[in-house]
């Protein structure tokens, strides 16, 4: 009975919004079209992206932010102290491979010297000059310089790997550090505080939630035998009830491809007219960008449209948006 209920109700609105829209047409001037609605705009939540304690709260509800702004921070001293241990490796590392080096080098000698010794012995050798132990000893002493010099480049490149691991560790520290300030993802208003002060939040918290300013539109609900006649990009006019001699330009940013009220069986022309599109207009970013203080979403107004490109908007259409 209930549910019987709910899907009447749902009919009956439709049926008003869509009577409403058939009675309002009939006034309108031939090639425009409006509908009813109210500003809007993209909310976003401001989140840490790592769990921790909320210290300090930079904004209130309503301020007006710019793209970058802090708006809050972290408790970042375990990270800190974390990235101070971290430092103190990667200069550890750095002097080990100094070290490293240095013992290269030694190597890289002490293999020149066993070469020439080596070679030496061997000659002497072939003229009988010295004795066969004489030349093993040589030619053991090259291999081992040799083995030397192949160790302590391993070392060496050992060195290197734990230099750039400890400098990653640095750079993670350092980043998770910076991501403990909370920065503003665009131009907007903060819209409300989700957190305060002292609480400790896990990965993901909403700090604030703030609305995008430079995306604002206004929806609106037109029948479909109008509704397809609406292209992407149409010109358009946003009435607001505050200021009804101020029209402000807009553009059409999205028309529904499914129908918001869809009878259960669309037979009949009559029943198609029922059909109900939603359209939306939106503000340039630019004159959002200009008059950002004054944006004011929930506010309602009537979107005009223009279907026909050839006409001239009416005489309380045409002047341009002033504050």
């Known amino acids: 009975m209930r549910k019987g209920l709910i899907v009447l109700v749902v009919v009956v609105i439709a049926a008003a919004i869509w009577a409403g829209q058939k009675w309002l047409l009939k006034g309108t001037p031939e090639g425009f079209v ?9 909310a976003l939540d401001i989140a840490t992206k790592n769990g921790g304690r909320l210290v300090e709260l930079l904004v209130d509800e309503g301020d007006f932010v710019t793209k970058g702004q802090v708006v809050a921070k972290m408790d970042s001293d375990t990270l800190n102290a974390q990235l101070r241990q971290a430092e103190a490796k990667e200069r550890q590392t750095r002097d080990n491979l100094q070290s490293a080096k240095a013992q290269v080098e030694q190597a890289k000698s002490q293999l020149n010297l066993a070469r020439v010794q080596y070679l030496r012995a061997k000659e002497l050798l072939k003229k009988k000059l010295v004795a066969r132990s004489s030349y093993d000893e040589a030619e053991s002493n090259f291999q081992v310089a040799t083995a030397a010099l192949t160790s302590a ?11 750039d691991e400890a400098k990653a560790g640095v750079e993670t520290l350092q980043t998770q550090i910076d ?5 503003a993802p665009r131009d907007g208003r ?3 505080k989700l957190a305060n002060v002292g609480e400790v939040l896990g990965a993901g918290g909403k700090v604030v939630n703030m609305l ?12 479909q035998t109008v509704a397809g006649r609406v292209a992407i ?14 029209p402000i330009p807009a553009k059409v940013s999205f028309v529904a491809s499914e129908a918001q009220f869809t009878p259960k069986q669309v037979e009949t022309q009559d029943e198609r007219e029922k059909l109900m599109f939603r359209v939306k207009v939106r503000i340039a970013p630019s004159l959002l960008k200009e008059y950002i203080t004054q944006v004011k979403t929930g506010l309602p107004g009537v979107a005009w449209i223009k279907l026909d490109k050839s006409k001239a908007w009416p005489d309380n259409l045409k002047t341009p948006f002033t504050p």
């Open 34 to 42: 409006f509908g009813n609605g109210r500003i809007e705009a993209t």
């Open 153 to 163: 480049n391993a070392q060496a490149i050992s060195a290197q790997g734990a230099i």
């Open 179 to 183: 991501e403990t300030v909370l920065r």
């Open 190 to 192: 903060i819209q409300y």
């Open 212 to 223: 995008d300013l430079a995306d604002v539109t206004m929806s609106i609900f037109l029948p």
């Open 233 to 246: 990009g149409s010109d358009a006019r946003i009435v607001m009830d505050a200021i009804p001699d101020k």
